[in-house]
Every structure is written in structure tokens, then in C-alpha cells.
């Protein structure tokens, strides 16, 4: 079946580092791939996604790119502000199917 | 558009007790899906419904029963509560118009505690 792993935190970063969270997924076809983010006290937004291999999903200065070879999917952002602190989710669904399969969450904080 | 709402915030449950918990989508999406989130688990499908009439179960659906009546709305019930689903439970919608590319939008969340 389909599985996503990703990295445990929690992530302390401060303002203006680079983060990156891992993200590698199992799938028996060509799945869509996304990244969700939950501010605190809130649902689960949309953050980026990619449905093909070597496409890169960006959003809010955050991106990520299919890498089907290695299947990964890692969350990149050059410079993290206080307002990313955040839940991130890593996801995929396959085929014509709408379930989405989540990674287990990496909550990271950052500090002015 | 208010998007996906769910009612109540957060519930207080004694130990076999049964209660609904409403999701409202007014987008007009075909697909509706009910996850619970735990620490360290992600989220877990409970049930699905790909339209009116139509659900199916999901990852962990025991204990849980759902009805689609309508496109708008995808209520969730719990049979006889137990500790074990003390969780936070997010409704979600999508559309089929681009297949698995679709987004999926979320609702706020109903926070259970049961005791």
C-alpha cells in the first residue's frame, strides 16, 4: 500500500535560517504528491503539490520537487520567518483516487 | 463561500455515549472525507464518500458510521464513544474535475475528549 515517511521533529529553527524537511514516499503507480500546513488552532491548508515526476511544486517562498528516482518529495525554504511555525504534512493520493495518504507531521518552531 | 465548516469546536464525552459530528461544504464538491489526527500518526482516514449516497470505509472506520444524504453535508457518528477515540477529526472536500490533482480543503477541526 502507499506510505509516507517523514522526518520526526520537532524543528527549532531562528528567523532567516534555511529549513528543510524530508519526505519519501511508497507507491505502487504515479502519485500526486503535496505538502500541507496547519498554523496552530487551525485545519489543514494546502501548502504546494506536484502530480508528476521533476515538477516542482512552490508556494510562500517554500518549495519542492517530485524526484521520482529517489522517490522524495522534500519541503525547501532559503529563509524561514517567525510566521512559518507550523505543522507540515506530507501527503500523496494515486491513480483517480481522492485519499490522501499522510506523513506523520514534522512541527516546526521559529524563533525571532 | 464559507468553505467547509464543522460543528461543534470541541466535545466533552462520557465513555458510551454517541454523538454526530456535522461537516457543511457549500463548494458544491462531490467528494467529502472524514480524518482523525493523533500525535505522532498524521492523519488516518476514516470514511469517504465520492457523492450523494455513495460512502465507503477508510483506514479506521470501526466504530464511526456515515451518511451522505446530500452533497452538502457528510455527518460523522460515533456509535458508543471510547477513550481510544479521543482525537481531533477534520472534515474535507474535493472536486473530481482534475481527477487526483484536485486539492482537497479542509474544515477547522472538532476537538474530542472522552472520558
New interface residues.
Partial sequence: GNS?T?MEGPVTLSEEAFLTINCTYTATGY??L?W?VQYPG?????LL?A?KADDKGSNKGFEATYRKETTSFHLEKGSVQVSDSAVY?CAL????????S????TTVTVRA | NAGVTQTPKFQVLKTGQSMTLQCAQDMNHEYMSWYRQDPGMGLRLIHYSVGAGITDQGEVPNGYNVSRSTTEDFPLRLLSAAPSQTSVYFCASSTPGLARQETQYFGPGTRLLVL
Fill in positions: 509516507v517523514q502519485p500526486s503535496f500541507y487551525e485545519g489543514l491548508q494546502l503539490k502530480t504534512f493520493s494515486e491513480g483517480g483516487d481522492y485519499k490522501l499522510f506523513g506523520a507531521g
